[in-house]
């Protein structure tokens, strides 16, 4: 069974654009989620996805926001980048509505953005 | 709000166990405690999960006090392979709370 597919797995783009990072969740999972690891901060929550629904949202400006499809894949966007959303953006998926009631997150590989 | 505190890092040998503790405060009896391993340059990778008494598995153990202000992971003779970070992840109610990470090294 295929894991958490993150895509694209590196990229570089410069201040002032726009990035989409894409995530196909393991087969049958229908709740995706959004994290940023950096250094600094660790591991931080971004925002969670249920049946296309935002579920829940982390503290992070409106530059970042997310969505999911029908197929429960899902992207998140980040407009008007800065130099501090360098990170490793990692998107997990769960069989049901999250960590709450036991349902097990599992992580993709993540995607790394620098931006210069 | 959960807030989970890790130690930072802990030192080790080949073959001997490893017990890292996760403190955490007002999580209700159901939430849910995670533990999972992490490579550089690679996403977390699950171990073990649950919320009260002990777990096992093939790979780890984890204890969970009844205050339930901790909780443990106990990966048992580790070896060199298992030098990584871990972090433990609270579920409580509806949020999501990570420690810090504690960074595992296995010395031969």
């Known amino acids: 069974k295929a894991g958490v597919t993150q895509t694209p797995r590196y990229l570089i783009k410069t201040r002032g654009q726009q990035v989409t990072l894409s995530c196909s969740p393991i087969s049958g999972h229908r709740s995706v989620s959004w994290y940023q690891q950096t250094p600094g901060q660790g591991l931080q929550f971004l925002f969670e996805y249920f049946s296309e629904t935002q579920r829940n949202k982390g503290n992070f400006p409106g530059r970042f926001s997310g969505r999911q499809f029908s197929n429960s894949r899902s992207e998140m966007n980040v407009s008007t980048l800065e130099l501090g959303d360098s990170a490793l953006y990692l998107c997990a998926s769960s069989l049901g509505d999250r960590a709450r009631s036991g349902n097990t997150i599992y992580f993709g590989e993540g995607s790394w953005l620098t931006v210069v | 709000l959960a807030k989970t505190t890790q130690p930072v890092s802990m030192d080790s040998y080949e073959g001997q166990e490893v017990n890292i503790t996760c403190s955490h405060n007002n999580i209700a009896t159901n939430d849910y405690i995670t533990w999972y391993q992490q490579f550089p340059s690679q996403g977390p990778r699950f171990i073990i999960q649950g919320y009260k008494t002990k777990v096992t598995n093939e790979v780890a153990s984890l204890f969970i006090p009844a205050d339930r202000k901790s909780s443990t992971l106990s990966l048992p003779r580790v070896s060199l392979s298992d030098t990584a970070v871990y972090y433990c992840?609270?579920?409580?109610?509806?949020?999501?709370?990570f420690g810090g990470g504690t960074r595992v090294l296995v010395k031969p």
């Open positions: 992840l609270v579920a409580a109610g509806n949020k999501l709370t």
